[in-house]
């Protein structure tokens, strides 16, 4: 699997800084029965001083929301 990573990763362009950043998330877990249930979830991703010090790294705060639903059988 030699060489499976190229162009991932550029030797020639050393990390500018390490810190990559910060994330916040938070979670609500509703049981709506004893077999049921919904996980609520958002998440922040505060992008750090690597992705504007680093040549070739794009720098992105990133935010999302997300359900899970479960079913105990």
């Known amino acids: 699997m030699k060489g499976a ?5 550029n030797p020639n ?7 990559l950043g910060h994330e916040l998330d938070v979670l609500f877990s509703i049981d709506l029965d004893p077999r049921n249930n919904v996980l609520l979830g958002y998440s922040f991703f505060n992008a750090g001083d690597y992705y504007d010090t ?6 992105y705060d990133v935010q999302f929301f997300y359900m899970q639903y479960q079913t105990r059988f």
């Open 5 to 9: 990573y190229k162009g991932l990763f």
């Open 13 to 19: 362009n050393p990390a500018g800084d390490r810190e």
């Open 54 to 59: 680093t040549v070739g790294a794009t720098a």
